[in-house]
């Protein structure tokens, strides 16, 4: 089931998607998203790119398997939650740097929770990608 | 010289020395503490553990731990040597070492421990680490039968343990066992006693192998030679024996403890002596004597009488010296003439007069004869039996009847095989035993004899301040003498020793009766076995019962669940509260979205097309998605959303994987029945909802969040902040749930591929 206008239209969703979930990813904290709906979209995004084009085409254009992603987000994951330790708090205790913080701007924040926020990202879009792109087959 | 195992690396040489080393420095840190722990003081040690439930890793000293601390780090340095030379070359050695040495901390922490956490743990480590060394010769089918055994019944007694321990500290409102008994005192008159003091005896029976539980012990003499002086002999079966001593302030005094105490230690020492004669292994006969040593710890453990508690705990240490002694002889005779086999083995004096004279010293104590410790031990044994209140005459019977066996086991395992004509050809010609390996058995023997000629030191250090800590008090306890005059337990003795001899020039007809009679007799291993297979036959046949591989009958099940628990909760709920809610929802958007989610599941339900009955569920989900919106949850709808896209996308491509099957209309009896389990649910659920929103909701925690959300956390979406701050280990938890579940998904997708590929 090939599709010219599908097929077409896909790259740039593609991107368009990608882009968006990692937006909605890093203004989770304050705003509507996060790292869960944001691994969402980014696997609707390859999803769509699978379905239009090919799996392997999608597999090729994630470059690494969907799996190790997977697991490379859950260490990520751990790793953000272990940083405390560095700080002498227990563990998932959130750890913060404002960069350039002044008077009244809170500058660039930076946090371990963010870096456990982009491992939940990579786990739940690892993770349903590995579903999608063994169920719809290499075939 | 035959070495068994070829030759041995530099590096193994060093492995070997390193646990020696670990426990002469640990024997030399428990030394200086014997004169502040024999003057009354009890140390202890604490750290914070897991503070938030109130457990510490906490350690105290009292007269009974260090007793156990310095037979465990001091035995465990002349076993640690010893092994050293008896798998000399074993490709293995290393990891047995490990084994030894993890199994040797875990004892000394279980003895030291102060929180019943705490002990628990090392409990259950020596458990592991008694599996691991039982199972060494893990190429032997036996051995790996024999070590699961072990396993199971002691891993049992821990599960007793723990149930106890958490019965205990909940009803005490600490774990620490010393403010347990400073706060509690003698529980026999709580009401949750009986609970407590059954399932304390359970984990101690089984872990000090008392019947009906003893049969795992004679089998775990599958282990190396050193593993069963160390662990089955001389420390880790007495972990129960240290447990019933540690509990004895707070549990005893009761009828329970002692019916239970008495009766089954004096029929685990009798029955124990009997079967040693009848064995013709060294080691399984030493073994079963083993077996007698703790049914008679147990035995005198039963009273209150310092007296009794003193001979048993004067006993546990003559029996540590002599029985890893004995074993490790066990050992050295199996290395040089290939056999245990005593009706084969004989005259090894004149080629192995070190090991001889070591054998002889050592079960001169085990027979009790003057002036070893051994008899210093039975005399006050007698003495306390005689001045028991009640159960006199058993416990004196049994401790006679024991000891008497004893006396004809060390013929049997010191003399015969020394001394008498051989019954046999051994495997090899035997030579004087290698000197690391006799160390060890030399200088137990040489101690048994020394604390006999000279016990005074003895009784001040070690013994008086462990009856002080059984009895949870300072008490009158026993003199240890070697002449205490001509009383009735030294007329005890003299028909004991008389009564052994008899037995020793009786013993191979002894023998031959008995094994005649256990061929008749129920054996337990056989009933383990049997055990064994109903278990595994009943799991396959519940299995096949509950698990049938089809999809429906899963959803049914956890349905009809569901509807059992809620209708009962919905029934048994005193005060139900019906209060028909105004709904928010009558207005147009609210109705359309109710329109849409009914449609949705309407043509599920009636559809007989599998793609039409998913996107009917996909309406559902994007109505529910649009609910949220109403009520504005904005994250939730979109994750709802995203999900119900996914979904819609996940069941489209499995779909068309599946072979052609029938339409989904089945019979219309299981279409009926499905209508009524689905009407069921839905009605319960509206009834619970109804009950729900009559009730105000409890806002606290919604307060909570919305006031620290952004001071704390530095997060204005509250729903994300929960998730990645707040409750970040449930998230954590929850992710590895889902890769998990992807990883479980693509090895089971994985090879049908693969097989396509082929095709």
């Not at chain 2, 006199?392 to 001394?419: D, E, R, Y």
């Amino acid at each position: 089931m090939k599709s010219i206008i599908l097929h077409a239209a896909a790259r740039v969703l593609v991107a368009l998607l990608l882009l968006f979930s990692v937006f909605m990813l890093l203004r989770g904290h304050n705003l509507p998203g996060g790292g869960f709906i944001g691994g969402l979209i980014g696997a609707v995004g390859f999803v769509v790119y699978a379905i239009a084009c090919d799996v392997r085409e999608a597999r090729a254009a994630l470059r690494v398997a969907p799996e190790d992603l997977a697991m490379a987000g859950l260490g990520i994951a751990l790793v953000g939650g272990l940083m405390a330790a560095l700080f002498g708090d227990a563990f998932f205790t959130g750890q913060w740097l404002f960069i350039g913080a002044t008077e009244d701007s809170k500058g660039l924040p930076l946090s371990s929770v963010l870096v456990f926020d982009i491992g939940v990202y990579l786990v739940v879009m690892g993770s349903i990608l590995t579903l999608v792109f063994n169920l719809e087959g290499d075939d | 010289m035959a070495d068994d195992y070829g030759e041995q690396t530099p590096a193994m040489a060093v492995v070997g020395w390193l646990p020696v080393v670990l426990s002469v420095a640990l024997f030399a840190l428990f030394v200086p503490m014997l004169g502040p722990v024999g003057a009354g003081e009890t140390l202890r040690y604490s750290w914070e553990w897991a503070p938030s439930l109130g457990i510490d890793l906490s350690f105290w000293i009292d007269g009974l731990s260090l007793m156990f601390a310095l037979l465990i780090t001091g035995i465990g340095a002349l076993i640690h040597l010893y092994s050293a030379r008896y798998l000399r070359g074993h490709p293995q050695f290393g990891r047995f070492a490990l084994y030894l040495t993890a199994f040797e901390l875990a004892m000394l922490g279980l003895v030291l421990a102060d929180s019943l956490i705490t002990l628990f743990v090392f409990w259950e480590l020596t458990t592991i680490t008694s599996f691991l060394l039982i199972g060494f010769n893990h190429y032997d089918p036996a051995s790996r039968r024999n070590a699961t055994q072990a396993l199971f019944v002691t891993g049992a007694g821990g599960m007793a343990l723990l149930a106890g321990l958490i019965i205990l500290g909940a009803a005490a409102g600490t774990f620490e066992l010393s403010e347990i008994r400073a706060s509690m005192g003698n529980l026999g008159e709580h009401v949750l006693y009986t609970p407590i003091a059954i399932l304390f005896l359970l984990a101690a029976f089984t872990k000090s192998a008392q019947v009906p539980f003893h049969f795992w012990l004679p089998n775990a003499m599958a282990a190396p030679t050193p593993v069963s002086a160390y662990l089955h002999s001389a420390t880790m079966v007495k972990a129960g024996v240290y447990l019933l001593a540690r509990m004895h302030p707070n549990l005893s005094g009761t009828d329970l403890w002692a019916w239970s105490l008495t009766i089954l230690g004096g029929i685990t020492a009798v029955f124990a002596s009997i079967m040693a004669v009848k064995q013709t292994d060294m080691k399984q006969t030493l073994a079963y004597t083993t077996l007698m040593a703790l049914g008679t710890l147990t035995l005198y453990l039963a009273s209150d009488v310092p007296y009794a508690i003193t001979g048993a705990m004067t006993f546990l240490l003559v029996h540590s010296l002599y029985k890893a002694a004995l074993f490790l002889i066990a050992g050295i005779v199996d290395h040089r003439t290939g056999t245990r086999d005593l009706e084969i083995l004989g005259g090894l004096g004149r080629t192995m007069p070190l090991t001889a004279l070591a054998a002889a010293l050592a079960a001169s104590s085990m027979a009790g004869f003057p002036p070893f410790i051994g008899f210093i031990g039975k005399e006050i044994l007698y003495a306390g039996g005689e001045r028991l209140a009640e159960f006199q005459i058993w416990t004196l019977g049994a401790g006679i009847a024991a000891n008497a066996l004893m006396v004809a086991v060390a013929g049997i395992v010191a003399f015969k095989p020394f001394w008498r004509p051989a019954g046999g050809e051994a495997m090899r010609t035997p030579v004087e035993a290698a000197t690391m390996m006799l160390v060890g058995p030399a200088i137990l023997g040489a101690l048994s004899l020394y604390f006999g000629l000279f016990p005074g030191g003895l009784q001040n250090d070690l013994i008086h301040p462990a009856v002080n800590a059984v009895m949870g008090e300072k008490v009158k306890a026993a003199e240890l003498k070697l002449w205490a005059g001509v009383n009735v337990a030294l007329f005890l003795s003299l028909a004991t020793f008389a009564l052994g001899f008899i037995l020793y020039g009786l013993h191979v007809r002894l023998r031959e009766r008995l094994a005649a009679m256990g061929e008749r007799a129920p054996s337990f291993d056989v009933g383990w076995d049997a055990l064994l297979r109903g278990l595994v036959f009943g799991a396959r046949r519940l299995t096949r019962t509950i698990q049938t591989g089809v999809l429906r009958d899963y959803v049914r099940y956890t349905f009809l669940t569901l509807l059992a628990l809620l209708g009962g909760a919905l029934i048994f709920n005193t005060e139900p509260v019906y209060v028909w809610p105004k709904f928010p929802v009558f207005e147009i958007p609210g109705l359309l979205v109710c329109l849409l989610i009914f449609s949705g599941a309407l043509l599920a339900t009636l559809t007989s097309s599998r793609i039409t009955a998913i996107a009917g569920l996909g309406a559902v989900g994007i109505g529910v998605a649009l609910i949220f919106i109403v009520f504005s949850a904005p994250d939730v709808a979109i994750t709802q959303l995203l999900v119900e896209t996914l979904i819609v996308v996940l069941f489209a491509a499995a779909a068309l994987r599946l072979p052609k099957l029938p339409r989904l209309t089945g019979s219309s009896k299981v279409r009926w029945g499905d209508a009524l389990v689905s009407v069921a649910i839905g009605s319960v659920i509206a009834a619970l909802i109804i009950q729900i929103v009559a009730v105000p909701l409890d806002l606290r925690l919604t307060e909570y969040f919305e006031v620290t959300s952004f001071p704390e956390a530095f997060g204005r979406n509250i729903v994300n902040v929960i998730l990645v701050d707040f409750r970040a280990l449930d998230t954590f938890g929850e992710i590895t749930v889902v890769v998990v579940a992807a990883l479980g998904a693509y090895a089971l997708l994985r090879p049908t591929r693969r097989k396509e590929d082929d095709a």
